[in-house]
């Protein structure tokens, strides 16, 4: 039998698949926010300890303006951060995997759970102090396509974990 090969139109296929833009998304916890703020202090506190090395230059002025612009960029860093962590969340369906993050440059990646190879938890050392995991998704393609959900508690992390495990042994 010869395959038919019919045209798609765009306006039908929208009316019957949920669209990724339009799912409802789980948000991620409110401890999350405390994580990213945390490890962006940190980052800012050694860059503010590196532009301190401009001493060394016998001009006060360039390790005030670096100084400046750290402290400027961390407290603008901090605001949208804040605004951000509402933004990211995932939402499982029956066949695949979604996960939005980002409010400047907003992205959802999708996976199929027949794509995915391989699953697990992990912490970092502060998400370790608010008892937070993050589930990593890798497909085998790109780094780009792999998914990492992260600010969940334990136990929601293990039950994402098996379901996608379980989804996988089905597909």
């Known amino acids: 039998m010869i395959p038919s090969n019919h045209q798609i139109y765009l306006e039908e296929i929208n009316e019957r698949i949920d669209q990724v833009e339009n799912l409802h998304y789980q948000p991620v916890e409110p401890l999350y926010r405390n994580v990213q703020m945390i490890l962006t202090a940190i980052t800012y506190f050694i860059l503010a300890g590196l532009a301190l090395l401009l001493l060394l230059l016998d001009n006060p002025v360039w390790c005030l303006i670096a100084e400046g612009i750290i402290i400027a960029s961390l407290a603008a860093n901090l605001f949208i951060l804040r605004k951000a962590w509402t933004f990211k969340g995932y ?81």
Request: net charge positive; glycine share 4%; proline share 5%.
């Open 91 to 171: 939402a499982l369906r029956e066949y695949d995997l979604s996960y939005r993050s980002g409010i400047i440059f907003p992205t959802i990646t999708t996976i199929p759970f027949n794509r995915m190879q391989q699953v697990g938890t992990k912490q970092n050392p502060i998400s370790k102090l608010f008892k937070l995991y993050s589930v990593e998704v890798v497909n085998g393609a790109q780094l780009e396509a792999a998914i990492s959900i992260p600010g969940l508690t334990e136990e929601k992390a293990n039950q994402i974990k098996n379901i996608i495990i379980e989804k996988m042994r089905d597909e």
